[in-house]
Nanobody, 124 residues
């Protein structure tokens, strides 16, 4: 089984930055796609960003493009989400996810492993 543990969430003001981390442990699988999703109260879980094994390919939701950057360090089994210029509408629980395969997808149902989530709250 693969375990994903997120960290780095917190309470910040609008315009501030945060960096989320997600570290994988346990059974490893080959070249996973790693992604970040978020879920705000009363809303469905939504795709934020994802990155290929080699980091050559990334994808981000339109709502975060230009503000959030996803990266990974395979030697540390860790993926990061750098969040800049945070807005109150970014407030949500942020989840790390992993899937086997070579294609970045935005459908959360296609990710096999999930972390427990970390809360990000942005005050106005």
């Amino acid at each position: 089984q693969v375990q994903l543990v997120e960290s780095g969430g917190g309470l910040v003001q609008a315009g501030d930055s945060l960096r989320l981390s997600c570290t994988a442990s346990g059974r490893t699988f080959s070249r996973p796609i790693m992604g970040w999703f978020r879920q705000a109260p009363g809303k469905e879980r939504e795709f934020v960003a994802a990155i290929s094994w080699s980091s050559a390919t990334t994808r981000a939701a339109d709502s975060v493009k230009g503000r959030f950057t996803i990266s990974r360090d395979n030697a540390k089994n860790t993926v990061y989400l750098q969040m800049n210029s945070l807005k109150p509408e970014d407030t949500a629980v942020y989840y790390c996810a992993a899937r086997q395969g070579a294609t970045i997808v935005v459908n959360s149902n296609l990710y096999e492993y999930w972390g427990q989530g970390t809360q990000v709250t942005v005050s106005s």
